[in-house]
């Protein structure tokens, strides 16, 4: 995976937080399957998403 210009190697059954606002791609390496399951979550106090729900 890659976190604008880091690279950090990710395995199997891992989570990983990718913060807000910063470019991110995933790179499958292997012939195996690869699956991604993506979950957003509002952080509410912790940018800019602070106003009223």
């Known amino acids: 995976m ?3 210009d880091e690279r950090q190697a ?3 059954d891992v989570a990983v937080e ?3 606002g910063i470019a991110h ?3 499958n ?3 195996a ?3 991604v399951l993506v979950v957003k979550m ?3 106090g912790k940018g800019t998403d ?3 729900l």
């Open 2 to 4: 890659w976190f604008g």
């Open 25 to 27: 791609r995933w790179i």
């Open 42 to 44: 509002l952080t509410i």
């Open 18 to 20: 990718s913060p807000a």
């Open 33 to 35: 399957l690869f699956r």
């Open 50 to 52: 602070t106003g009223p």
């Open 10 to 12: 990710v395995g199997k």
């Open 29 to 31: 390496e292997s012939d």
